[in-house]
């Protein structure tokens, strides 16, 4: 595995990035406000921070349950073989797939790990129909959420010290 830089993030970067984190409405200007500095150096920080990849991108997060999807199961897929082309052939398939809202390619007994979310039973039967009909696989394993406990969006922001 290689080893990514490690990025050089000072007080001011994780003042924004919080920020940001948690309201990313904010105006350049309020921003500046917040963490102490003038709008074009805390322009200058953010695009800085985008170019660096720290900010990967800018989302709205919705409500689940307000717009019908009362649920939420982790998928553990099973794929009849791990070759390359049949690795590939899921994930190409499972991108198609709107409910699926996260996959992850796994080490253990799965070959992958879904998140995803559905309305009402008949929903869920649908959507497991779909994951069956998906290019190599093998088992399902499905485990329904019976409340969320933590759901949290704000990573931790380390400062590395050179």
Same mark, same amino acid.
């Given at each position: 595995?290689?080893?990514?830089?490690?990025?050089?993030?000072?007080?001011?970067?994780?003042?924004?990035?919080?920020?940001?984190?948690?309201?990313?409405?904010?105006?350049?200007?309020?921003?500046?406000?917040?963490?102490?500095?003038?709008?074009?150096?805390?322009?200058?920080?953010?695009?800085?921070?985008?170019?660096?990849?720290?900010? @990967?991108?800018?989302?709205?997060? $919705?409500?689940?349950?307000? +717009?019908?999807?009362?649920?939420?199961?982790?998928?553990?897929? /099973? *794929?009849?073989?791990?070759?390359?082309?049949?690795?590939?052939?899921?994930?190409?398939?499972?991108?198609?797939?709107?409910?699926?809202?996260?996959?992850?390619?796994?080490?253990?007994?799965?070959?992958?790990?879904?998140?995803?979310?559905?309305?009402?039973?008949? @929903?869920?039967?649908?959507?497991? $129909?779909?994951?069956?009909? +998906?290019?190599?696989?093998?088992?399902?394993?499905?485990?329904? /959420? *019976?409340?969320?406990?933590?759901?949290?969006?704000?990573?931790?922001?380390?400062?590395?010290?050179?």
């Amino acid at each position: 595995m290689q080893k990514m830089p490690q990025l050089r993030i000072d007080e001011i970067d994780q003042s924004i990035l919080l920020a940001l984190q948690l309201d990313a409405r904010l105006s350049n200007v309020q921003l500046a406000q917040k963490v102490g500095l003038s709008e074009s150096a805390c322009l200058r920080r953010v695009k800085a921070l985008q170019g660096s990849a720290v900010i @990967d991108r800018f989302v709205l997060l $919705l409500n689940q349950s307000t +717009l019908g999807f009362s649920g939420t199961v982790f998928v553990r897929v /099973t *794929l009849r073989e791990q070759q390359q082309e049949t690795l590939k052939k899921f994930e190409e398939a499972v991108v198609g797939i709107e409910q699926v809202m996260e996959c992850y390619l796994m080490s253990g007994e799965a070959d992958y790990m879904l998140r995803v979310i559905y309305k009402d039973n008949e @929903d869920y039967k649908r959507i497991h $129909l779909k994951l069956t009909n +998906l290019p190599g696989v093998q088992r399902l394993h499905s485990s329904f /959420t *019976l409340d969320t406990v933590i759901n949290k969006t704000v990573l931790p922001v380390a400062i590395t010290t050179p």
